[in-house]
T-cell receptor, first 115, second 108 residues
């Protein structure tokens, strides 16, 4: 079955540490996205990529970095510069671009906490 | 500014009907999505409205009024598995703006 796989499901970060969240899709979608979800707030876009080797900052990119070397993969690194990383991180993909009428398909998320 | 409002939480009874509202103020409008999200899981797509009126999909229907900046999701014959958060997202000219979601609690 096609879908989006995020790993790990739970992740703990120590002070000063960078951590990388994995996102893989086998839906053959061109566009991929990273969102952060905090209680009581809507999803906030961190980064998105519409094609391989290209990505754009979203609303809250500071303290995060991404790469898009393969169509299937869009890993997110939470750097030590992100001072409040505790959140639920969701990866998504779609056939159209960021503002297309195509729905986004989501992975099951990674919950990141500070040790 | 850009704003999407949804009630934070609603409670309904199994077998009943519930309407979840979403109002929006955006710089442009090119469509509205509804998603369902069970706790700790991925949001899943429910419906997309771009024209005024009601779209029906089984037990779920979604309505849009562009002139009023208003949409609702109607859930009929509620089941316990419908307990989830329901997210409204609006596509303006440049971005997808998400509401904070409505947590729906179903009681037996």
């Amino acid at each position: 079955d096609g879908g989006i796989t995020q790993s790990p499901k739970y992740l703990f970060r120590k002070e000063g540490q960078n951590v990388t969240l994995s996102c893989e899709q086998n839906l053959n979608h061109d566009a991929m996205y990273w969102y952060r979800q905090d209680p009581g707030q809507g999803l906030r876009l961190i980064y998105y990529s519409q094609i391989v080797n290209d990505f754009q900052k979203g609303d809250i990119a500071e303290g995060y970095s991404v790469s898009r070397e393969k169509k299937e993969s869009f890993p997110l690194t939470v750097t030590s510069a992100q001072k409040n990383p505790t959140a639920f991180y969701l990866c998504a993909s779609s056939t159209g671009g960021y503002v297309s009428n195509q729905p986004q398909h989501f992975g099951d998320g990674t919950r990141l906490s500070i040790l | 500014g850009q704003n999407i409002d949804q009630p934070t939480e609603m409670t309904a009874t199994e077998g009943a009907i519930v309407q979840i509202n979403c109002t929006y103020q955006t710089s442009g409008f090119n469509g509205l999505f509804w998603y369902q999200q069970h706790a700790g899981e991925a949001p899943t797509f429910l419906s997309y409205n771009v024209l005024d009126g009601l779209e029906e999909k089984g037990r779920f229907s979604s309505f849009l009024s562009r002139s009023k900046g208003y949409s609702y999701l109607l859930l009929k014959e509620l089941q316990m598995k419908d307990s989830a958060s329901y997210l409204c997202a609006v596509r303006d000219n440049y971005q997808l703006i998400w509401g904070a979601g409505t947590k729906l609690i179903i009681k037996p």
